[in-house]
């Protein structure tokens, strides 16, 4: 035991943190992080499950400091990150920092063209607060439009107004709208997001549907389905938005369009939480650079979707870097070549975080949540249209390879023992 306990020290003092567990040693900083999902992964609702205690005492030392990089990423969005990671360090026994975090509205962090905007936002929980704590300094939320207009909710007849009204205060015009998440009345937020898009804004106004495009629509969580307590998957902030899709088009005949959709499995996403892998890092004196990624989830049309679509973004990435670097050597001189426009375009949000260092990013599936392991996907991708139900959102394609997990495995905790067998970290000494 005294030999153990002068290992830990030696190697807490020493320049990087080593990976010291049950007695193994690495000898280099890990060149890895872990993306973990939460709902179906380490909880079931707000039922802990026993695999996730398991996996994080492997993940942190003795003094409860973690030995990887890691960040939770959930396509979740009704609380600050503060409160979920108070929930998470109560759950799982460690402690756990919000930096460590990513709810689904993260990255709404760099979109700073509509933080001075008049925005509208949707969902529940403390929603004016977290819009704020990400950036935005004009909000509105749909209860406060409510009551400034309160003849258009009128599903419920017993809130509807008993005497006719004017609207009881001059509101800006909206000029975005935020969907945070699921909300709690779906037919007043429907109702009053259809009438801010088809006015531009102007709720004092009538329909203008003639329009081709509305005001900035920007959606978090597009999650169909969740996992709670219940035995069969429950409706997520994706079901809403279907809802809200198909009554835009009814009314219109038009496509509801997106100026950006965020969570999972959107590639913006999974560069905000690589980001945070590489600020974890750094902050913790780390010197490897982190090449790889896992992905850790219970969900298919979510988890591994996007990790498989992040994974396809960084190969081409390394492949339109190379690209331009063999370019550039033709020409002698170290001058810019020309390059095929494709190679030169990036996707708008890079320029707003520092380029990844990672170069792969692999999707491992566990078995206790959504995904149920008695279900098979078929193999021919003709096929897969007819056969296969797409719970994805309607913007993202359905690939057979992209619903296609890198390992399959029953819980978190076999999750982090392969990972610690794929990267060799922790050998003995």
Known sequence: ???????????????????????????????????????????????????????FQKLVDTKGQFLVPVVFVTNAGNCLRQKKADQLSHILGVPISQDQVMMSHSPLRMFKKYHDKFVLVSGQGPVLDIAKNVGFTNVVSIDMLRESFP???????????????????????????????????????????????????????????AHSTHLPLLACNMDLMWMAEAHSPRFGHGTFMVCLESIYKKITGKELKYEALMGKPSELTYHFAEFLIREQAVERGWR?????????????????????????????????????????????????????????????????????????????????????????????????IKETVFHGHRDFRFDPALVEPEKIVQDVDAAVELIFQMEKFGTEV
């Not at 193994?24 to 999902?37: A, I, K, R, T």
């Not at 800006?172 to 009345?185: N, Q, T």
Request: hydrophobic letters at 35%; a neutral charge; proline letters at 7%.
């Open 151 to 209: 003849l258009l909710d009128m599903v419920d007849h017993n809130r509807r107004p008993k005497l006719p009204s004017s609207p009881v205060a001059n509101l800006p015009r909206v000029e975005a709208v935020v969907l945070f998440g699921e909300p709690i009345r779906w037919e007043t937020n429907l109702q009053l997001i259809v009438d801010v898009l088809l006015t531009n804004g102007n709720l004092s106004s009538a329909y203008e549907t």
């Open 288 to 384: 490897a650079p982190i090449r790889s990624l896992y992905a850790i989830g219970d969900n298919l049309m979510t988890d591994i979707y996007g990790a498989n679509l992040y994974n396809r973004y960084l190969e081409d990435r390394v492949s339109r870097t190379s690209t331009k670097a063999v370019a550039n050597m033709v020409t002698g001189t170290g001058a810019p070549a020309s390059v095929p426009e494709e190679v030169e375009t990036g996707n708008g949000w890079e320029s707003e975080l520092a380029s990844p260092s990672a170069t792969s990013c692999k999707s491992i599936l566990v078995c206790t949540g959504v995904y149920n392991p008695h279900m098979e996907l078929p193999r021919d991708a003709s096929q897969c």
């Open 1 to 55: 035991m005294r030999a153990m306990n002068a290992l830990l020290r030696r190697a807490s003092s020493s320049g990087g943190w080593r990976c010291v567990r049950r007695g193994l040693c690495s000898e280099s900083d890990p060149s890895f992080g872990l993306l973990f999902d939460i709902d179906g992964v380490l909880v079931r609702g707000k039922t802990p499950i026993p695999a996730a205690k398991r996996a």
